[in-house]
């Protein structure tokens, strides 16, 4: 399978714990994305990167919450201090080149904070 | 920011009928809309997606229309069969960031 890729798949946390996710996009795509889904709603934006600089943040994205993409290539999003309200899918995705382009998503990691 | 609505929030259909998905964004500067399907425990994956420069596609049995006018695009599935079962999300963009809608939970009875 040559599509976004993420690991875990799964993640369970005692709350006050860290985690950390990692993304591998498509490999021809310079943006990646991530996305926080909740049950029942849409995908949430969370941050954006065009190669290797984080271009933007949600406010959803508090302190705890911190994301990387040092070579323009994978991406991990780390939490600190786990809050049962972080318990989500989240959801990573890329694109090529600037503009509208299609997104792809990986199939996330399911976070559950006890 | 944008604002994406969607209805219904779920959807049952007989096998066999059309479905039809109905979404209303709030900025008129998006230009690119893109409709997902997402089966349980699965990811999200492209269906298909308009510009606004288009006011209809059709790829076999699925179809977007766009009334820029309105503000509002719509998902029409044909001859649904029981592997359209899904919740399908539509989203807006005038840029990178896409704003989705809620999703709807379409069955297909059988």
């Known amino acids: 399978d040559t599509g976004v890729s993420q690991d875990p798949r799964h993640k369970i946390t005692k709350r006050g714990q860290n985690v950390t996710f990692r993304c591998d996009p498509i490999?021809?795509?310079?943006?990646l994305y991530w996305y926080r889904q909740t049950l029942g709603q849409g995908p949430e934006f969370l941050t954006y990167?065009?190669?290797?600089?984080?271009?933007?943040k949600s406010r959803l994205l508090s302190d705890r919450f911190s994301a990387e993409r040092p070579k323009g290539s994978f991406s991990t999003l780390e939490i600190q201090r786990t809050e049962q309200g972080d318990s989500a899918m989240y959801l990573c995705?890329?694109?090529?080149?600037?503009?509208?382009?299609?997104?792809?998503f990986g199939s996330g990691t399911q976070l559950s904070v006890l | 920011g944008e604002n994406v609505e969607q209805h219904p929030s779920t959807l049952s259909v007989q096998e066999g009928d059309s479905a039809v998905i109905k979404c209303t964004y709030s900025?008129?500067?998006?230009?690119?809309f893109p409709w997902y399907k997402q089966e349980l425990g699965k990811r999200p994956q492209l269906i298909i997606d308009i510009r606004s420069n288009v006011g209809e596609k059709k790829d076999q049995r699925i179809a977007v229309t766009l009334n820029k006018t309105a503000k509002h695009f719509s998902l029409h599935i044909t001859e649904t069969q029981p592997e359209d079962s899904a919740v399908y999300f539509c989203a807006a963009t005038n840029d990178y960031k896409l704003s989705f809608g809620a999703g709807t939970t379409v069955t297909v009875r059988a």
């Open positions: 900025d008129s500067a998006s230009n690119y």
């Open positions: 990167f065009q190669n290797e600089a984080q271009l933007e």
């Open positions: 490999s021809e795509h310079n943006r």
């Open positions: 995705a890329s694109s090529h080149r600037d503009g509208n382009e299609k997104l792809f």
